[in-house]
């Protein structure tokens, strides 16, 4: 008698092929995925939640106590002996290097406020600044600032910082030596870069004969730690013009949001002109 050969179930196959077996890898997949966009969202909540902590406390202790500080340097300069010029010189230092510590505080403040990562926010700090400056000396100011979708786009918090802090060195510098009586300021995106220019109708400055300091030098240091550059164009009569490319930190996504708003700007543009 022969044995019947053995049966073989339809649909049975290596286990990795089998319906279930796929299904299952795919909703593991998926709740890992999950899992890992939770805990992300998570720690960045957390982030945030301490850079505003830290931020508060900042302005509430540090902060009060550099005002502190100031204003009664002032009160005892005032009371101070007229004669006494050594003592109303130190006292003055003091009171000016607790205002110049507040400001940079308040620019640490900002750079880490999880409520100020759009580039508007840069641009409208950055306006105020400039406005502040000039108005005291009497200069025109003209400013030019990307369209307003582009101002939503998100900045990392270390590039918002060093732009600011090369941008207030320029408006520093000019307002000081150029001679001026007209700035322009332009900020702009590409896909890639964010671009910034001040340019001034002052007296400029044969660029081998450039002045001592540190203010170019820290411009370009700043802006080398982003992997940008700061570059400088003058000549004696023909004013000065600081230019400054950083690149995006976050260029892909950059990238990608930049190409669709410039999408959307241009299909408005064309129709506009569809009959």
Known sequence: MVAAPPRVLEGAGPLWQRWWFITLLVVLGAVSAWA????????????????????????????????????????????????????????????????????????????INPQQECLTDLVRRMREHAEEVFAERGIA??????????LQLRLDMDLRREVLLIFKEAITNTARHACCSRVAVSLRLDSEFLHLEVTDDG????????????????????????????????????????????????????????????RVQEFARLSRFEP
């Open 36 to 111: 890992l966009l939770k805990c992300r969202a998570t720690r960045v909540r957390q982030l945030r939640k301490v850079r505003t902590r830290i931020g508060r406390d900042l302005h509430d202790d540090i902060g009060s106590n550099l005002t502190r500080i100031a204003v009664l340097c002032e009160a005892l300069r005032e009371q101070s002996t007229a004669g006494d010029a050594a003592t109303e010189a130190r006292l003055t230092s003091i009171g000016r290097i607790s205002r110049e510590s507040i400001a940079a505080m308040s620019d640490i403040i900002w750079a």
């Open 141 to 150: 100011l003209s400013f030019s600032a990307p369209d307003q979708g582009e």
């Open 203 to 262: 007296i400029g400055f044969e660029p081998s004969d450039a002045p001592g300091g540190n203010g170019v030098p820290s411009m370009r240091r700043r802006a080398a730690r982003l992997s940008g550059r700061c570059g400088v164009r003058t000549a004696p009569g023909r004013g000065t013009s600081i230019q400054v490319r950083i690149p995006l930190k976050q260029s892909r996504a950059a990238a990608t949001l930049l190409a669709r708003i410039r």
